[in-house]
């Protein structure tokens, strides 16, 4: 798909379909586009919009046919939601929707801009959530499939526009809504790709790959006998029903420009079966998402480069399947962690509090002088705050808001939970320093961040509970059934303000 701009009005346009917006209302608000054209036609949107009851909300799409007074034979109508609420996360989902309304229909659009005055933002951002909503919207995930024929694909992206200096700033835009896409994208397919292909080796190969192209990024893969001689008896103790299919992959970008050390950490459990623990079946089909908290990270990092963040910032993934074998790990088993903290496994399926619980104190021994996390930790999680939103939870006010902040600007979206105190006492075992499920089946989301917290030796963290944003099991507004790749555009938009 290419972004294009034309000097030309949209009536003089050649393309499949010409875009016109309206904000929400009983009488939607038209913009200065849509007159302009509806000039054109005489009149003939305003009557559509009356007679086929648009409203105008966001992602709400009318076509109407112009009848050959213009060059193009389609107009379409896009709602934009309400222009009292309208921000750039309406702007993108309004376009994500568009595309999938799109989607094997059409394959060239044109529009103009919105000034600034109908919509607040400037050109570049305008143009930025533009691209991330289309991009995003007409993502799909379709290797195993036979292609069918008629499938059209969205192929040119026309922005009328004559000055040449909002063509620069829109460009600049487009650029970083296209580097961002293609960061969730990787992510996307990650997840996607069924467990047989996503392997602890081939995100350590991604890893690899990303250092090679990119001269700021190292990255070291530690194998079974290296991860024995350091001392991680926790990410082994998961690990060893696989035999020597772990990885940990530890990838670093320098900046050279701050002494700071960030170190995001991915859950990175490339199958969850839940171990001699074993999951239902239906609890147990789409566990190929495990790992999308490693994805988003290695999403994060193949394009971090072009972000030049100022702080230096370490990557760290403990990769692994949770499998059942006659090596498996049986509740009862003691393992003890890189940080000496011995753990008591009552429960196989609460595998990555076990698996992160070394990642962090990596992170602590590398020099990390702040920590995020993201991990589809736990199913209380999606209980407790639905599919569309993560948990967060932090032990640090200042790194928590950048986060929140972050979120905000990227469309994903938050809610903290409380690390409280009185709940510690759940992960208490009898038999070992702690115990990997708590004795209450309430805050089961809580408990494992508390579970966390004691592996990161109170060093300012963020930790993500992506449960349930992470994978949508039915479609979503910014894309398919499937992985979200959520987490990666925060990320982007932390590192690249450096906030
Ligand atoms: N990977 C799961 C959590 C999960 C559930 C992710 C649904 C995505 C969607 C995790 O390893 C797990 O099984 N957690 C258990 C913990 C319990 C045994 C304390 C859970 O949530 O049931
Ligand atoms: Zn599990
Ligand atoms: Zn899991």
Redesign the pocket.
Request: with cysteine.
């Given at each position: 798909m290419t972004f294009e701009f034309s000097s030309n009005t949209l009536d003089k346009i050649s393309v499949d379909k010409v875009l016109v917006f309206a904000f929400e209302g009983e009488d939607p608000v038209l913009t200065q586009g849509f007159l302009q054209l509806d000039k054109v036609l005489t009149g003939l949107l305003s009557e559509e919009i009356t007679a086929e009851k648009f409203k105008g909300k966001t992602g709400e799409v009318l076509s109407v046919s112009p009848y050959k007074k213009i060059l193009c034979s389609k107009v379409s109508v896009l709602g934009l939601g309400k222009k009292e609420e309208f921000d750039g996360n309406q702007l993108r989902k309004a376009f994500s929707l568009l595309a999938k309304n799109l989607k094997n229909k059409t394959s060239s659009i044109a529009f103009s801009l919105l000034s600034l005055k109908e919509s607040n933002l400037d050109v570049a951002l305008q143009s930025q959530m533009i691209a991330e909503g289309i991009l995003l919207g007409n993502y799909s995930f379709a290797r195993y499939k036979e292609k069918t024929k008629e499938e059209k694909e969205l192929e040119a992206v026309i922005i009328s526009e004559d000055n040449k200096n909002n063509q620069l700033k829109a460009k600049e835009g487009i650029k970083k809504g296209e580097l961002f896409y293609e960061a969730t994208r990787l992510a996307r397919d990650f997840v996607n790709e069924p467990a047989a292909v996503v392997t602890p080796a081939f995100l350590a190969q991604v890893a690899l790959d990303i250092a090679k192209k990119n001269k700021n990024i190292k990255c070291t893969v530690y194998e079974k006998d290296q991860i024995e001689k350091m001392g991680m008896g926790a990410f082994l103790g998961i690990a060893q029903a696989s035999g020597n299919a772990l990885r940990f992959i530890h990838l670093e970008y320098t900046s050279g420009l701050s002494s700071k050390k960030l170190a995001l950490i991915g859950k990175g459990?490339t199958f969850?079966t839940?171990g001699v623990s074993l999951k239902r079946e239906d609890s147990m089909k789409d566990?190929k998402?495990?790992m999308a908290g490693a994805a988003a990270i290695l999403g994060v990092f193949s394009i971090i480069s072009k972000i030049k963040p100022k702080t230096n910032v370490m990557g760290i993934i403990a990769a692994t399947p949770n499998m059942v074998s006659d090596k498996s790990i049986v509740p009862g088993d003691v393992v003890r962690s890189l940080n000496g903290k011995t753990i008591e496994i009552l429960?196989t399926?609460?595998?990555?509090r076990v698996t992160m619980a070394d990642s962090l104190s990596y992170a602590v021994k590398k020099g990390a002088n702040e920590i995020i996390d993201l991990a589809?930790?736990?199913?209380?999680s999606?209980v407790a705050l639905g599919t569309d939103i993560a948990a967060i939870f932090s032990n640090n006010n200042s790194l928590k808001e950048k986060v929140k902040i972050a979120a905000s600007n990227a469309g994903e979206k938050l809610w903290e939970l409380p690390l409280e105190e009185e709940y510690k006492k759940l992960n208490k075992s009898d038999v070992a320093d702690i115990s990997n499920?708590p004795s209450s089946r309430y805050g089961?989301t809580i408990t494992a961040a508390l579970f966390l917290e004691e592996f990161v030796d109170k060093k300012p963290w963020v930790h993500l509970d992506i449960?349930g944003p992470a994978y949508f099991e039915k479609g979503h507004d910014l894309g398919p059934k499937g992985g979200s790749g959520f987490g990666v555009r925060t990320l982007l938009n932390l590192l690249e303000f450096n906030l």
């Open positions: 459990i969850d839940g566990m998402c495990d429960n399926d609460a595998e990555g589809t930790l736990t199913g209380a999606m499920i089961g449960a």
